[in-house]
Every structure is written in C-alpha cells, then in structure tokens.
C-alpha cells in the first residue's frame, strides 16, 4: 500500500440552532462554510495494491477524529457534523470510499473486508493516534472491519469506535437480493433519483425532519455514484457477516439508530450492542437513516465523550444509553 499525506489546519466554524428556519439555514451556511474550510485544509491519497486511489483531507488541530462515510455517499455527509466538530477543536480525518467521490475504485470487486483495509490504511497514512473513528451505515461497516480483522492497529490507533445507523449483517428489509441489485443497478434509477421526483425518491431514508439541502446531497450522491458500483457494494454489503468477530473488539464502541431508520432498523444495532462487550446504544426518537443530517448536535456531542471531552450528561434524557456490560443483552 503505498502512501502519501500533506497536514494543515483550518479555523472552526460555529453557529446555535434557534428552530426549524435557523436550522434550515444553518445546514445551508454551516455546508458553505465547510466546504471553505476543506479547500484550506490538507489533502492526502492513499493508493492500494489494486490500483484504487483513496482521496482525503485532514483539517483542524486536536484530538483525531476519522470519520468514514455511506454507501453512495461522500465525505460530504458528514458536514454537519464536521462543522460542530472543528468548533470543539478536533483534528479531523475525512475521506471518499473506493469508488465513490473523488476516490476509484480499483481493480478487484469490493468487499467490506476491503473497506476495513482501506480504512487501516487511512489511520496509518494520516498518523493517527488515540482517535476516534465513527461510521455511518456502509462506513459503520468498515469500522466494524478494522476492528474485527485489524485488532493490533485498532489497538494502536483507535480510542473509541461510534457506529451510526449500521449493521454487521443484512438481513430482512435490506436482504433483498436479485430484486434490490436489479434496481440498484440499474442507470435509469439513478437518472430518476437525479431528476424532479429523487427528493421524494430519497425521503423514506430520513425521519420526521431534514433539511432539502441535505436531502439534495443524499440525492446527489446516489445519483452520481455509478450504477455498477452501487451495485457491486450492494452484493459486498449482502454477503457481509461480521457477528463472529465483534465479542473480541476491545475498545469502547457506541451505536446510535434512529427509531424510524427503515434501512438498518434498530434490531441491527441491538445486535451489535449484544455481541460487542460493553458497548451502549443510543436510540434517537423520530429520525431515520441519515442521523449526520438529522442528528449533528448528538453524534458531535457522543463522539466528543468518547473522546473524554464531555460526560454522558451531555446525552438527553430521552436518548440514555443503555450499556452491554456481559456479551449479552444491551436492549431496551
């Protein structure tokens, strides 16, 4: 694996949420802003023996966070989040999956397996150290990889995991086979999605409430990301089974679901809460899917306490973790 990676900080951003139309424009603004703050940051590309090039940014000064993104997403879904962040003073780690983005995919059909190496590989190229790596959906997988089939860098590298809206097996409403790879894969779906009705194609992703803005780039990110890939990390994704090797990850790990996620229902992360010792979900009342557009201020402030900036205190009332202490159990 060959490596290569430049640093560099930038500014922080901050704004406060004072109801629905700020926070309609704070997504708007804080996006903007980000994208600012990324042109001033330092980019990095990690190239693998197949011939996949990852690209990157490192930005901010302080503690690392790596933070890995969706399938048919970009580094961009973690805006939100990234925004509040850089105010907290982190050093953060943002990168496109293999094939998505400004990253290519490679020569060999990708696995989540592959995914782990990639992120393996990112920890090492950006030098990181005691960070907190957190992944959303297909990047919550990846993390779930590192940890599994990388246990001596996780060690090395990683304090803390925070997996979003993830799964470490697909089964039921996301196992769908030959009829889910026929639409995945097919370009007239992804045209659709990138036209007038791809909103409303895309909504059923996210809960009660979310910006259009960050609707547009959940569309926009489906849409571009080419079809045969969609498909390829969708059959990756299908054959996945990380449950074995979660009862040995050893590092603290939090899981965050949304009560109304119809992609990776709440039984998913119930079942990695139950296998990986001592790890605690938090379940968010009213939101779906795409918790980095729909709960920013949360997985900030949770990645924040893995990091030991901040309490549990932090947590509402409502969203308590509950904690697996035994391998066993975690449920509500």
Known sequence: MKRSVGWGAAGAVAATVVGAEVARRRARSEDDDLEDQLGTGESFKVEADDGAVLDGVVIGDGPDVVLSHCWTGTRDVWSPVTSRLLDAGHRLVLYDQRGHGTSTLGDTAPTVAQLGDDLR????????????????????????????????????????????????????????????????????????????????????????????????????????????????????????????????????TTVVVGRRDVLTPVRFSQAIVAAIPGARLVEVPGAGHMLPFEAPDLLADLIAQAHGDGSTDAVPTALTPTTNSSGEGGHR
Do not use: W
Request: net charge positive; aromatic share 4%; proline share 3%.
């Open 121 to 252: 590989s990112v920890l090492e190229a950006v030098d990181a150290r005691y960070a907190v790596v957190a992944g959303h959906s297909m990047g919550g997988m990846a993390v779930q990889a590192l940890a599994v089939d990388h246990p001596d860098v996780t060690a090395q590298r990683v304090r803390a995991l925070v997996l979003v809206s993830t799964a470490s097996r697909l089964t039921g409403l996301m196992y769908l086979g030959h009829v889910a790879a026929t639409v995945v894969g097919n370009e007239l779906v992804g045209r659709l999605v990138a036209g007038r009705i791809g909103s409303v194609l895309v909504r059923p992703t996210a809960g009660r409430s979310i910006s259009r803005r960050h609707l547009a780039i959940t569309q926009s990110g489906f849409s571009t990301t080419p079809s045969a890939v969609r498909l390829a990390y969708l059959k990756a994704m299908q054959a996945m089974d990380l449950r074995d090797g979660l009862a040995d990850v050893a590092v603290p």
